[in-house]
């Protein structure tokens, strides 16, 4: 888990605040995915993302969930008007884009109250 | 998308008993992995799995890959308390686009 650095691993937001989760894939890898793990339950895809692409976001919830990758800096999961069941831990992962697998992150708990 | 079913949902085991878990899927995969969750971390990688009816080992773990690609088991022997944890298979059809079964939530009695 060491080489992909999320951030924060603890976030509270009040109901209608904005969320920023961040993810900065491990050196070399060009290729972003998020997750959303409700408590008790298994890992859910969201996103997708190379470099300034969005390759599927299937996962995503239409509204108010947006995610980017730019060139320059980290992967951000962007949660706008936050409600309560937003809560959750958030899991970045990354792969070089060769199919071994991804390595993820500690992940980022959310908590809307 | 495709949809993984992984049993058990959980287990509770004595110290050194053996434990399996396995995880079907209606469609087929051309990687199963498996996955362990620490609580209040990430997944970390086990086994990976990348022919069909491959078996392979990693110390007290063993997985195979089904013949039909549409399933796949995991294997620990002789349990010990580190063995606890949520455990979740994963497929991938592409090189890109990985799901999960729901996990196997293992609790060892020492």
């Known amino acids: 888990n060491a080489g992909v650095m999320q951030n924060p691993r603890h976030l509270v937001r009040r109901r209608g605040q904005e969320a920023r989760l961040r993810c900065s894939p491990m050196?070399?890898?060009?290729?972003v995915y998020w997750y959303r793990q409700l408590p008790e339950e298994g890992l859910k895809f969201m996103v997708y993302?190379?470099?300034?692409?969005?390759?599927?976001e299937s996962g995503m919830p239409k509204e108010r969930f947006s995610a980017e990758f730019p060139k320059e800096g980290p992967s951000i999961l962007r949660i706008q008007q936050v409600v309560r069941g937003d809560s959750a831990a958030y899991f970045c992962?990354?792969?070089?884009?060769?199919?071994?697998?991804?390595?993820f992150g500690s992940g980022t708990r959310l908590t809307v109250v | 998308g495709q949809q993984l079913n992984q049993s058990p949902q959980s287990m509770f085991i004595q110290e050194g008993e053996d434990v399996s878990m396995n995880c079907t899927s209606s469609?087929?995969?051309?990687?199963w992995l498996w996955y362990k969750q620490d609580p209040g971390e990430g997944p970390v990688l086990l086994i990976a799995?990348?022919?069909?009816?491959e078996l392979t080992s990693n110390g007290r773990l063993t997985a195979q890959f089904g013949i039909t690609r549409k399933d796949s088991f995991l294997n620990i022997s002789a349990s010990i308390p580190s063995d606890v944890g949520i455990y979740f298979c994963?497929?991938?059809?592409?090189?890109?686009?990985?799901?999960f079964g729901a996990g196997t939530r293992l609790t060892v009695k020492p």
């Open positions: 992962a990354s792969s070089p884009g060769d199919g071994i697998g991804y390595t």
């Open positions: 050196k070399g890898h060009s290729h």
């Open positions: 993302l190379q470099k300034e692409n969005i390759i599927d």
């Open positions: 469609s087929i995969f051309n990687t």
């Open positions: 799995l990348y022919k069909a009816g």
């Open positions: 994963a497929g991938q059809y592409n090189n890109n686009d990985m799901r």
